[in-house]
């Protein structure tokens, strides 16, 4: 049985909110006897009444917003429990564009387009599916933003979907119902065990050899379908393995083209020609026939003990063809991989190192020279003298003979007294004073380009003759002594100049290992006693380590050296004051300060041996034009020759596109001062790109 149970204050609450006249909207709620079953009829009501009559149901506050207005109609033919009513409720705002939301213990009524703005936080503790909340949605296996045009289609125009890529989040604003039910959409999707990685060890087959055939079949399927190639595919080469990562169908599909690459290859061999890019083919071949035949014999003791009694393995034979620096490879399949694989290692282009030495000499020498000469003559000799100079001594016959005394002046200042008397006795002397200064400044700086760990060497020199050995040979007329004598010398020629030899290693962290031969010689100004040539040699043999760009001392000599000579005549000399008459002094002192410095640098790349060549070429250019210019023509319509510029040797095409070349200079600069101590000029260092050393990637 169905009785009315309304309360008097709700019904006339309810009566009063409708409208009036004949088209007056009938609000009902029933309830079940014994039960808090109810059941709501409203047709044409005022929303505000069904409004009042939830809230007194339920038991829940509500705030209407002045902008919900409207007439509803609610039809119920089966009971419901008051959390149904409620439910039903929230049907009905949604069909007329209305929501429910939570504030605390109040609910809003509020339209839906404000209904995001207001929505709650999750939840509410007493909300329902129709609630309007805002949740956040952690995705951790898929990109979050490629997730929103997927959801896009399934949030209302009033709802919110958007994604933060930096914490790869979803935020959603919609009713509890819908954000559910794209919670479990993207948790559907944020899959991580259809996408692992797998690792496939080959038996027969390289890894790198099978990824790169892999990944040129990727890049091929991704031209005609985008999705076919999203995989992953990685080679180990310390293990031989291929790594894999995808969805699973792809894994499958993978490790079908993997096991089928994976197959042993055919035993039979043949022959390949293989041009080398920065190796030399002569160099190389010695070390790759030796590394062939042993890769070639552990690969029969690996392989072939399962066949015994099994033919001939193909012999191995690499050759190099010098003229077009290439490798002739007769091998095996197996074994030809590997010596592509070492070639590859081996031919790349090495560093290369500029050496600038310096050899610095600067030698100072002070002499001074006193002395007396006395000679007393009779005759046609002389009867006594007190000589103390060579020079003079081989003067006096010519005095006697004619008197002429001009044999005995030398250099310094002579002062000479006597008598020449033809018949009696003659007597002369002469007072000799002498002061010498020499200074020496001797400055070398040989450069020298060679590539890493290639020995180099150059020689600055003469070729000077030296008797090493003489004899003669006769031949005997008649039996006697005399005869046709034919005289034999055997002569040497040597380098006599500058020899720099060394030999560069590129280590790592630009440290450059050096192993240097360098020797100086030069011929001495007098041989005086010696049977032939007297050579000065300075020699260094040894082995440094330097910095990129620094300057290192190889060694040295500091040497000083006083001599003092004092001629006298015995006991004469030795008198107080009158013994200076019969005293000849010299005192020569002499200082040499040798030594040698060297400094290497790395060129890597043509940047940089473009910039230390221009330097020294604009240089050597500018000392020419400064010749040209202070010359005085004696030909007319003539000039001195001179380097043209840098740009004339570089052809436009290759220097356009080549950005480590230095751009053009209008004018080539002439430097204003002497090279620096490594042979360099004053020229500004270069500021644009390209300009500078190119120091490239470092070993």
């Known amino acids: 049985m169905i009785r009315l149970l309304y309360p008097a204050l709700a019904l006339c609450c309810a009566v009063a909110l409708l409208p009036a006249g004949p088209a007056a909207a009938q609000a009902q709620v029933n309830t079940v006897a014994g039960d808090d079953s109810f059941t709501l009829n409203f047709k044409d009501a005022d929303i505000t009444a069904l409004i009042a009559t939830v809230s007194e149901i339920t038991g829940r506050n509500f705030v209407v917003d002045p902008r919900v207005k409207g007439q509803i109609t609610v039809l119920s033919a089966a009971p419901m429990s008051p959390e149904e009513l409620y439910e039903t409720f929230l049907s009905v705002l949604e069909v007329h564009g209305f929501s429910a939301v939570a504030a605390g213990e109040v609910i809003k009524i ?408 360098q020797e100086v010689s030069s011929i001495a100004n007098s041989s005086q006693g010696a049977v032939d040539l007297i050579t000065n040699r300075r020699t260094i043999n040894t082995s440094v380590e330097v910095e990129d760009g620094q300057i290192l001392v190889l060694g040295g000599l500091i040497d000083d050296n006083v001599q003092e000579t004092t001629r006298k005549v015995p006991i004469l000399g030795d008198i107080p004051l009158l013994g200076s008459l019969f005293t000849n002094r010299s005192v020569t002192k002499q200082k040499r300060n040798l030594l040698n410095f060297i400094r290497p640098t790395i060129l890597r790349g043509q940047g940089a041996a473009n910039y230390y060549t221009r330097q020294k070429y604009d240089y050597l250019r500018g000392v020419q034009q400064q010749q040209r210019e202070r010359a005085i023509p004696l030909l007319p319509n003539e000039q001195r020759p001179a380097l043209p510029p840098i740009e004339h040797y570089q052809s436009a095409p290759d220097f356009e596109g080549d950005s480590s070349i230095s751009k053009p200079r209008t004018e080539t600069p002439v430097p204003s001062s002497e090279p620096d101590q490594m042979g360099e000029t004053s020229v500004p260092e270069p500021s644009g790109p390209g300009e500078g050393p190119d120091r490239g990637p470092r070993r």
């Open 110 to 517: 509020i339209p839906q387009v404000s209904a995001k703005q207001d929505g709650g936080f999750g939840a509410a503790p007493r909300g329902t599916r129709e609630d309007i909340v805002t949740r956040v949605i952690q995705v951790d296996n898929v990109p979050a933003d490629q997730l929103v045009p997927i959801l896009r289609p399934l949030v209302p125009q009033y709802g919110h979907l958007a994604a933060y890529p930096a914490s790869n989040i979803l935020i959603i604003s919609d009713r509890a119902a819908n954000v559910a039910r794209m919670s479990d959409i993207v948790a559907q999707v944020d899959q991580q065990g259809d996408a692992s990685i797998e690792r496939i060890s080959l038996k027969n087959a390289s890894a790198a050899e099978v990824v790169r055939t892999i990944n040129q079949l990727k890049t091929e399927s991704a031209q005609r379908s985008p999705a076919s190639a999203d995989y992953t595919v990685l080679a180990d080469e310390r293990t031989n393995s291929v790594l894999i990562s995808g969805d699973s169908t792809a894994r499958v599909r993978l490790r079908a083209v993997i096991a089928d690459l994976d197959t042993p290859v055919e035993r039979q061999g043949g022959t390949q020609v293989i041009y080398l890019n920065y190796a030399d083919a002569e160099s190389v071949a010695p070390a790759l026939q030796s590394f062939a035949q042993s890769a070639q014999q552990g690969g029969n003791r690996a392989g072939n003990n399962a066949a015994a009694g099994g033919g001939q393995s193909e012999a191995v034979s690499v050759i190099a063809e010098p003229g077009a620096n290439a490798l002739v490879v007769t091998a095996p399949a197996d074994v030809m991989r590997e010596i592509r694989s070492v070639i590859e290692q081996l031919d790349i282009r090495r560093g290369q190192v500029l050496v600038e030495a310096i050899i610095a000499e600067v030698t100072f020498s002070r002499s001074r020279d006193l002395g007396v000469n006395l000679a007393v003559l009779n005759g046609n000799g002389p009867v006594a003298a007190s000589v103390l100079d060579q020079n003079t001594l081989s003067a006096i016959p010519s005095l006697a003979t004619d008197g002429t005394p001009l044999g005995l002046i030398q250099q310094g200042i002579n002062l000479a007294a006597g008598q020449i008397n033809e018949n009696g006795t003659s007597f002369a002397a002469l007072l000799r004073a002498l002061s010498g200064n020499s200074d020496t400044n001797v400055l070398s700086t040989p450069s020298l380009i060679t590539r890493d760990n290639e020995e180099a060497e150059i020689t600055v020199a003469q070729e000077v003759p030296f008797i090493t050995g003489n004899f003669t040979s006769g031949v005997s007329q008649g039996g006697g002594q005399q005869g046709i004598v034919n005289p034999f010398q055997t002569v040497e020629r040597r380098d006599v100049g500058l020899i720099l030899g060394l030999t560069p290693q590129i280590n790592t962290g630009d440290t450059i290992a050096l192993t240097i031969n």
